[in-house]
């Protein structure tokens, strides 16, 4: 069994995570047979951890981690694939995958270049 996990950064503002959860709701809606978490790094529930730990009692052996984060940093970089070498000592039966980031993805500039035209006055 597949597993994913869409994982943002967290923060202390609950509409915040929210938005998070929003998106992975959507693509869910737009998926076939896989079980998905939301988790967070940060300040936001379900940590990482927990998240894999549920996926793995309901019997997930594959898990993809796609981070919604926008830019390479430290997160990306090391506290990332640190985590998920921890969890993998823990479930040494279980495959973890690392999705890239969202980058400088065309997509997004699609979308910036609709944020331009929505704009409102302060």
């Known amino acids: 069994m597949e597993g ?19 998106i ?17 790094l940060q300040f936001g529930q379900p940590a990482l951890s927990e998240g894999i730990q549920r996926m793995v009692a309901s019997g997930v052996e594959k898990i993809t981690v796609i981070p919604l984060l926008l830019a390479v940093g430290n997160h990306i970089q090391v506290e990332l694939p640190r985590l998920l070498r921890q969890q993998k000592e823990l479930y040494p039966g279980l495959t973890l995958l690392l999705a890239p980031h969202l980058g400088a993805d065309s997509r997004i500039v699609e979308i910036v270049m609709d944020r331009m035209k929505q704009g409102s006055e302060i």
């Open 4 to 22: 994913v996990i869409i994982l943002g950064h967290g923060s202390r503002r609950p509409e915040a995570n929210q938005e998070i959860r929003d």
């Open 24 to 40: 992975a709701e959507q693509v869910k809606m737009r998926t076939g047979d896989v079980i998905y978490e939301t988790c967070f």
